[in-house]
């Protein structure tokens, strides 16, 4: 049973809420087949709850007005699902039955295909002929209509923002993006409504990417990195500024510095250090934009395993003496 959970949390964990209808399949990742578990170890034992309060639940997280700590993802998974459907899920989880496990495994195989795929999100740009195309060098007249980024002459110009689709599938459904470099922030491949805003005291990208968690559900776990403080321990002592147990001092109201600190000491954390917590402030969600210039950027070392992950933690001071 335990090998079963597993698998059905690969894809139905977060699965899109068209998905749901008046089917519990989707619902299985989270909180077990016959809602017997924790949702991310936060939620009420929903098996437990009477239909009443399981139909408040559905409503008041469709409405934005209930919840806790899930509130902001179940907002988003609840969005498409009529009174009908509510009542009609209810009385399927009250009546026992539980999901079955064709149906919940056919939900996490289609997810799974999924994730185990890599976009090259790069493929279209770097293509050779586009680039031979686009090089100004090769032609023996340049007009001003390919000098810019409009593609257009002054005369005939009319500027308006480029078409983006920021459509993607929900989390747990989606291909990953390969990253762009060495340890680049990996871009954000699935639908972020109803995860946003994110502040350090509601963060849902928690519930699916923390390490004990991202193993089980499919999701890329948060590295070692965020959980470290690299930032120098700093304090006023005796009127005076002390960084990392050097005197720093405070002149003419200016903060002063010291040349030989070159790293701080590394303080590894058992929690996500909260100068991470904007997770969106470097991982940007994808759209589905035409570039208006081809790329001609290739990234040393980008091997296989590098384009899914990352070795961060052991290059921070990598070149400092």
């Known amino acids: 049973m335990t090998k079963v959970i597993k698998v059905m949390a690969l894809g139905s964990l977060l699965a899109a809420s068209a998905l749901y209808g008046a089917s519990t399949a989707a619902c299985a990742g989270c909180h077990g087949q016959h809602f017997e578990k924790h949702a991310m170890g936060k939620s009420k034992i929903v098996k437990d709850m009477s239909k009443a309060d399981i139909l408040v639940a559905l409503k008041g997280y469709k409405a934005g007005t209930y919840g806790g700590a899930m509130k902001g993802l179940m907002k988003g998974q609840v969005a498409a699902l009529s009174d009908a459907d509510m009542k009609a899920i209810a009385e399927m989880i009250?009546?026992?039955?539980?999901?079955?496990?064709?149906?919940?495994?056919?939900?996490?195989?289609?997810?799974?295909?999924?994730?185990?795929?890599?976009?090259?999100?790069?493929?279209?740009?770097?293509?050779?002929?586009?680039?031979?195309?686009?090089?100004?060098?090769?032609?023996?007249?340049?007009?001003?209509?390919?000098?810019?980024?409009?593609?257009?002459?002054?005369?005939?110009?009319?500027?308006?923002?480029?078409?983006?689709?920021?459509?993607?599938?929900?989390?747990?459904?989606?291909?990953?993006?390969?990253?762009?470099?060495?340890?680049?922030?990996?871009?954000?491949?699935?639908?972020?409504?109803?995860?946003?805003?994110?502040?350090?005291?509601?963060?849902?990208?928690?519930?699916?990417?923390?390490?004990?968690?991202?193993?089980?559900?499919?999701?890329?776990?948060?590295?070692?990195?965020?959980?470290?403080?690299?930032?120098?321990?700093?304090?006023?002592?005796?009127?005076?500024?002390?960084?990392?147990?050097?005197?720093?001092?405070?002149?003419?109201?200016?903060?002063?510095?010291?040349?030989?600190?070159?790293?701080?000491?590394?303080?590894?954390?058992?929690?996500?250090?909260q100068g991470r917590f904007n997770c969106s402030q470097c991982h940007a969600p994808q759209a589905d934009v035409k570039t208006a210039v081809a790329n001609t950027f290739k990234s040393d070392g980008l091997t296989d395993e590098f384009k899914t992950h990352s070795n961060l933690v052991n290059m921070m001071d990598d070149g400092v003496k």
């Open 94 to 273: 009250k009546g026992g039955a539980g999901t079955a496990t064709n149906k919940a495994t056919a939900n996490a195989a289609a997810a799974a295909v999924a994730v185990s795929k890599v976009i090259d999100i790069n493929a279209k740009v770097c293509d050779p002929e586009r680039i031979k195309k686009e090089d100004l060098g090769n032609k023996k007249v340049v007009g001003e209509e390919v000098l810019g980024l409009r593609k257009t002459t002054l005369f005939d110009e009319n500027v308006k923002p480029v078409a983006s689709k920021f459509d993607r599938p929900a989390p747990g459904a989606a291909a990953r993006f390969e990253r762009a470099y060495v340890n680049a922030p990996p871009m954000i491949p699935h639908s972020v409504e109803g995860l946003l805003p994110i502040t350090k005291d509601n963060n849902q990208c928690l519930g699916c990417h923390m390490p004990d968690v991202a193993k089980g559900v499919g999701a890329t776990p948060i590295p070692p990195s965020h959980f470290t403080n690299y930032r120098p321990t700093t304090v006023l002592k005796n009127g005076e500024l002390v960084k990392e147990g050097k005197k720093v001092g405070i002149q003419k109201g200016d903060m002063g510095n010291v040349g030989d600190i070159k790293l701080a000491k590394v303080k590894k954390l058992n929690h996500l250090y």
